[in-house]
């Protein structure tokens, strides 16, 4: 399959396309021992606390709503993965599916990464707010949005594939170059 | 711009993330319900001055719907709690006895 | 003649001559000037015309209050009007156009108006324009439009870029002068967030021209080792040239930053709305200073005391060479001892008190000015320009005692607080009486989300007219203000100043105080709307009781000013008229935004392609290749058509749709919702928000739905697949799969909650692509992988599968009549298969022809066919309403008698009886007449298309009680000279056996 170049803007902050993502959501319990060994087992973390993302050398595990995760792995993996946590959970309630197509991710980094989102999110997003491992599931603008951040200054962002092209310019105009806030 | 903590994902937020529902802790009449009461339940709602419950959902952030008891005429918020219970919790009511006494809940 | 001094100027530079246009002139000003003040240096006075009469107007302040001098920026796209010269930053190439004249701003045609005013008093248009009733439409309205209005509309779009943010901070304080500036001191010191903003480009508000010593330092040395420590601190966000415009609820604060309308083509964004959550929000905004009420107050050189002082220390510029000073009070004093000793003349001192003493007497005197105590002036002379006063005794009717030459006049008449901001969210006022001013009552602020006060006033804007009283309550505002939100109050020392105790004020609204109709007539209470003291007089007398109601008929206050200067004026004069106490007869509302706040900012970053974030599925980049035609659905955009090289868009709609009949078309319906629906109880739920039963399809089936309201209305419909025991794929409309999904999980989370179900909208997981004609089956034999066969794959069955290499699932659903096969592909594969289909010989097409297609077999479109007020019985389909369930969403609604009775609209076939006619969209069947004698509407068109495969128009309509009226021809009155007639037949045109889908 032909691969499409990902597309990158360097302004006051670096807005990154990501590229193919896997992304497997699971519904269920996440306090239930067959979640918590299905995480572990899926991707080896833990289930993360309230609104804060784990993440490790085979992905992450963001926490999307009180009965929600959605596991970040390799492209290729989803598929595999969904259906081993499906097979593992048999005879539970729940509900785990490859999702991957939906969604397209986003990294933002630099200095002026905090202010590109705070430009289109009602968020606070000063540091002593909003550090590494805390997401949110917001708004960017008029679209729904959920983001995380990374390390200092670094953040992923995911958003449905539809308006994926509307959410790269959004976040490019937002980095252009001069408007930076000097917020945080 | 009202700001609501959601019960269910702990965000304090403002109310561009939330989507309103309406009147709270509506008793649902379905078949064999007479004519006033399922009217009733389809379009009598009540618009106090006042101390008020309502649903929201968390439509941007975590997806949940909630409710909030909450003052109409000074937007003042008493407390979000869980949408899973067909009357406001005790704490909730304490707290609005509390801001506004003397405050009844009407039926 | 207003002019530049030769030397000082605190904001000016003179090493930096700045040039400028006004009205096409070239003229020079200096960096750090405003339009205003530059103008002035120039020895321009005359600065606009009023909105009604077209007079003569100079400036009156010094700041947002401005009234008069109003000028269009800029050129082009970078074109704005109504920009006040005061706070417009002078830069180089700066182009000013003066407003509401013609031809120019000396010699204006419309100042003719002012030779009638007599005969457009108070409510003039109201009382003017009524008959006859035409006449408004055709003669009045386009003659006042003309020449009302102020400014023009730039003509195109505009060049700058604008954005939002959203902060947050503990303390937001709004003011950037001493008292801002102390509050925000202590506020930040324990280590709270707080936000310190300045409407102006420097700090320091009015201390730097009244230069009050604080802490031993001289006030603008002060105010410059303050914002260094406030800026030196890790925890305060300082901010100049940002107008906090509004303070709404829950501490949410609205404020613009203004980048680079100083500056304009700079790479940054023009201004950036602030969008601000604060936990206390501290109003130190200040006061406006209140001008005088006397016969020909409007006159070009006739300003606020206060204004003439900043200018002539900021800009060092002085609107005139002799300038007599009016006062109510010992502030004014100031300016006339500014003057003096800037080497000007004052002639005189009209004070109105009797004999006040106090040391801005005294040292007045000892300069030797003269003062004229319990005067007033009963007139200026002048048209374009002040040439003399005429000094009256304040206690009569204005006969002149003598007249002084004299080219400016300064005008004081105490200070207003700026309590805007403190009253936007519902913070109430109290009267002080004794300097006749409304000041924030602490003990009734605006209320946040937990009940407690939100917003504080600090320094003047609390009522604090002395330095030193300033310093002491901003500081312990700034305290306060830390404490209540949790933080470390400050310990920092309070900065202290020596207060010069000033003699108490005269409250004076109007002079002189007897003044007869003729002299009311001249003394202006609102400069931009020309209301003046007898208008607001008239309407009192013709029972304008309350301050909102005469707000309206005179319009006092209304303009873009918003009434800063004529608020406080114009209701004492009222309450005057009405013999009550001013704080009886009350404010007006304030409401946001303080100071105007442009639609760039409004808009922010969404414009242009932003707008609106456009929904697109995989194929919309082939799509815009190849050239086809797109509709926006919802908010995705979707093909329409594809036409070919040289082919029209309706020759498309024909050939696709002949194409799917003939042969094979493919059709990208990934819009279509789709949710997946698992647990133990998924069958349960659909049992409950289905009207048909869902629980008994077997796996691997394929079943039609509609889903009602309670109403009973439909509301959506799509096919359930039921993919194993416990999961169920549920299809919606394009536009409904976020609203069918928030439908399932607000039942299942607000009433349902013991039900165990998940469900997950899978809706962007997968393009999705209809198969269909009667060639499909060999277009997927070709891809190969799956058995699609008849008897493989059955018609409404529902198959996993590998097809041609890529993991697909394919329904046998048909929504055009044909052999069809839906296809869904993981997206990140969609395009790759659309080309491989169409490699195949499949033919794309739009929905147009979709449209068209399920027209000729009369299946209804939600949306289309039903419009929020439509049941399932109405659109014939009683057959997808379960007898047998206890329960459903709507069943109870279906039962209401008005439901079911005859009388209902029903989905029928409509057939032109001349084929030649085809129904417009929308028409109204008529039959009779109604007891008023016109004709009664029995029902409506829904959907109307020229049928390529019939070769003849069909119509989809709601006809009341239609399906017992079948053969039956009705009458389409489509224009007063064109009845249509049509018959009433089945909705289904087409192979009415359904025979083509099932093979």
């Not at chain 3, 003509?155 to 902060?167: I, K, L, M, S, T």
């Not at chain 3, 936007?424 to 000041?439: R, V």
């Not at chain 3, 536009?735 to 999980?745: D, F, I, K, S, W």
Request: contains cysteine; charged residues 20%; hydrophobic residues 40%.
């Amino acid at each position: 399959m032909a691969q499409a170049a990902l597309r990158r803007f360097s302004g006051e902050a670096l807005i990154e396309e990501a590229g193919p993502t896997g992304m497997v959501t699971l519904r269920g319990t996440l306090r239930s021992g067959a979640i918590l060994s299905a995480v572990q087992g899926a991707v080896g973390l833990r289930v993360p606390e309230v609104r804060r993302a784990e993440s490790g050398p085979r992905g992450s595990v963001l926490w999307m709503s009180p009965d929600e995760l959605m596991l970040i792995c390799e492209a290729g993996e989803a598929a595999g993965i969904a259906a081993g946590i499906t097979e593992r959970l048999a005879g539970e309630h729940f509900l785990a599916l490859d999702l991957s197509s939906a969604r397209s991710r986003f990294r933002i980094s630099g200095a002026g990464a905090r202010e590109v989102l705070a430009k289109g999110a009602p968020v606070d997003l000063a540091p002593r707010a909003f550090g590494p491992g805390d997401l949110r599931r917001t708004r960017l603008g008029s679209v729904a949005v959920a983001f995380w951040c990374t390390g200092p200054d670094m953040f992923e962002l995911i958003c449905f594939r539809s308006v994926a092209d509307h959410v790269y310019e959004w976040l490019c105009l937002a980095a252009r170059p001069g408007g930076r806030v000097h917020l945080y | 711009m009202l700001i609501l903590t959601c019960p269910c994902c702990g965000v304090t937020g403002e109310e561009t993330e939330f989507h309103p529902g309406g009147e709270a802790h509506l008793k649902r009449f379905g078949p064999g319900s007479e004519d006033g009461e399922f009217t009733a339940y389809l379009f009598d709602r009540k618009n106090p001055r006042g101390v008020h419950f309502e649903r929201w959902r968390h439509a941007f952030g975590c997806g949940k719907w909630f409710h909030a008891a909450r003052c109409t005429a000074t937007l003042e918020v008493f407390g979000t709690y869980s949408a899973r219970v067909s009357a406001p919790p005790e704490e909730i009511l304490a707290m609005i006895r509390a801001r506004r006494p003397g405050w009844e809940a009407s039926a | 003649m207003s002019a530049r001094l030769p030397r000082g100027g605190l904001l000016i530079d003179r090493q930096f001559p700045v040039s400028f246009r006004a009205d096409g002139r070239k003229l020079s000003g200096y960096r750090g000037d405003t339009l205003a003040s530059a103008l002035m240096g120039a020895g321009e006075m005359l600065m606009g015309r009023s909105f009604k009469y077209h007079r003569p107007r100079g400036p009156v302040a010094s700041g947002p209050e401005e009234p008069n001098a109003l000028y269009g920026i800029g050129s082009g796209a970078r074109f704005e009007p109504n920009q006040r010269a005061t706070v417009t930053e002078l830069f180089e190439g700066l182009e000013a156009r003066s407003q509401n004249r013609w031809p120019s701003l000396a010699f204006d045609v419309g100042a003719v108006n002012a030779k009638l005013s007599r005969l457009l008093p108070a409510g003039f248009y109201y009382k003017t324009f009524i008959h006859p009733r035409a006449a408004w439409k055709h003669l009045f309205e386009p003659v006042i439009r003309r020449s009302a209005g102020l400014g023009r509309p730039p003509r195109e779009p505009d060049a700058d870029r604008y954005e939002q943010v959203h902060a947050f901070f503990d303390v937001m304080v709004v003011g950037g002068g001493i008292a801002g500036l102390a509050a925000a001191r202590q506020a930040a010191a324990g280590g709270a967030r707080v936000m310190l903003v300045e409407q102006a480009a420097h700090w320091g508000g009015r201390a730097l021209v009244d230069g009050p010593e604080i802490d031993g330092l001289p006030a603008a040395d002060w105010v410059a080792a303050e914002v260094a420590a406030l800026a030196a601190r890790g925890n305060v966000t300082l901010r100049s040239r940002f107008a906090a415009a509004a303070v709404n609820d829950h501490g949410y604060v609205l404020g613009v930053e203004r980048l680079t309308d100083h500056a304009p083509g700079a790479e940054a964004p023009r201004q950036r709305l602030w969008r601000i959550r604060a936990g206390r929000v501290v109003t130190a905004t200040g006061a406006i200073e209140r001008p005088l009420s006397f016969p020909g107050n409007d006159v070009p050189g006739v300003m606020l005391a206060s204004a003439i002082r900043d200018h002539l220390a900021l800009y060092a510029v002085s609107p005139g060479a002799r300038t007599v000073l009016l006062t109510n009070n010992d502030d004014g004093y100031r300016t006339a001892i500014a003057l003096k000793k800037a080497g000007l003349d004052v002639p005189a001192i009209v004070d109105v008190r009797a004999n006040p003493s106090s040391q801005l007497v005294a040292d007045a005197r000892a300069l030797g000015l003269r003062v004229e105590f319990g005067r007033a002036l009963s007139g200026v002379k002048g048209v374009k320009r002040v040439e003399a006063v005429q000094l009256c005794a304040l206690a009569g009717q204005g006969s002149v005692i003598e007249e002084i030459a004299c080219d400016a006049v300064a005008m004081s008449g105490g200070w207003s607080p700026v309590v805007h901001l403190w009253s936007h969210s519902g913070g109430k006022l109290g009267w002080d009486e004794a300097n006749a001013m409304f000041i924030p009552d602490p003990d009734r602020p605006p209320t946040g989300a937990d009940g407690a006060g939100f917003v504080l006033a600090a320094g003047t804007a609390a009522g604090k007219l002395l330095t030193g009283e300033v310093l002491a309550d901003a500081a312990a505002i700034g305290r306060r203000a830390a404490e209540e939100v949790g933080q470390r109050p400050g310990d920092e020392a309070v900065p202290r100043a020596d207060s010069t105790a000033e003699a108490p004020l005269l409250p004076v609204w109007i002079m002189p105080l007897h003044a007869g109709p003729e002299l009311r007539a001249r003394a202006f209470l609102d400069y931009q709307n020309d209301v003046k003291v007898s208008d607001v007089q008239l309407a009192a007398r013709e029972g304008y009781e309350s301050v909102e109601h005469t707000k309206r008929y005179t319009t006092l206050g209304m303009a873009t000013d918003q009434g800063k200067l004529s608020n406080i004026n114009g209701l004492a004069v009222l309450a005057d008229t009405l013999g009550q106490p001013i704080p009886q007869v009350g404010t007006t509302t304030f409401r946001p935004p303080y100071t105007p706040v442009s639609f760039g900012a409004i808009t922010g970053m969404a414009r242009g392609p932003l707008f609106r974030p456009v929904r697109r599925t995989t194929t919309d980049p082939w799509a815009e290749a190849v050239g086809a035609v797109f509709e926006p659905v919802g908010d995705w955009r979707r093909v329409y058509a594809c036409p070919r090289a040289g082919e029209s868009t309706e020759d498309a709609v024909v050939r696709e749709v002949l194409t799917v009949r003939e042969a094979v078309g493919v059709l990208d319906a990934s819009t279509l919702g789709k949710i997946i629906v698992k647990g133990p109880d998924a069958g349960k739920l659909l049992d409950l928000v289905y009207t048909n039963v869902m629980s008994t399809l077997k796996p691997g089936r394929c079943r039609y739905g509609l889903m009602c309201t309670e109403n009973g209305f439909v509301f959506d419909d799509g096919v359930v697949v039921r993919l194993d025991a416990g999961t169920f794929l549920c299809h919606t409309t394009t536009g409904g799969a976020e609203r069918v999904h928030g439908h399932l999980e607000e039942w299942l989370q607000t009433e349902w909650w013991d039900l165990q179900v998940y469900t997950a909208n899978v809706t962007e997981q997968f393009a999705q692509f209809v198969v269909a004609g009667p060639k499909a089956r060999g277009v997927l034999e070709a891809l190969g992988g799956m058995d699609v066969s008849r008897e493989g794959l059955p018609f409404l069955s529902s198959a996993e599968g590998v097809l041609g290499g890529f993991p697909v699932r394919v329904h046998r659903i048909s929504f055009s009549g044909e052999l069809s096969f839906e296809v869904a592909v993981p997206a990140a594969r969609g395009a790759e298969l659309w080309e491989r289909l169409i490699g195949l010989g499949a033919v794309p097409y739009g929905t147009e022809a979709m449209h068209v297609l399920r027209a000729e077999k009369g299946f209804i479109i939600v949306g289309d066919e039903t419009d929020g007020t439509v049941t399932p019985h109405d659109l014939g389909m009683s057959w997808a309403v379960s007898k047998k369930k206890p329960d459903f969403i709507g069943k109870r609604g279906l039962e209401r008698s008005y439901l079911v009775g005859a009388g209902r609209k029903q989905l029928v076939g409509l057939e032109t009886v001349d084929p030649s006619d085809q129904l417009p969209d929308g028409a109204h069947a008529t039959s009779g007449t109604r007891p008023d004698g016109r004709p009664r509407a029995i029902g409506h068109v829904t959907s109307t298309y020229r049928s390529p495969t019939l070769g003849r128009p069909i119509a989809l309509g709601l006809i009341e009680d239609g399906l017992a009226r079948m053969g039956e021809v009705i009458d389409f009155p489509v224009s007063s000279s064109l009845t249509m007639h049509a018959r009433i037949v089945s909705p289904c045109f087409f192979d009415k056996e359904g025979s083509r889908q099932d093979v």
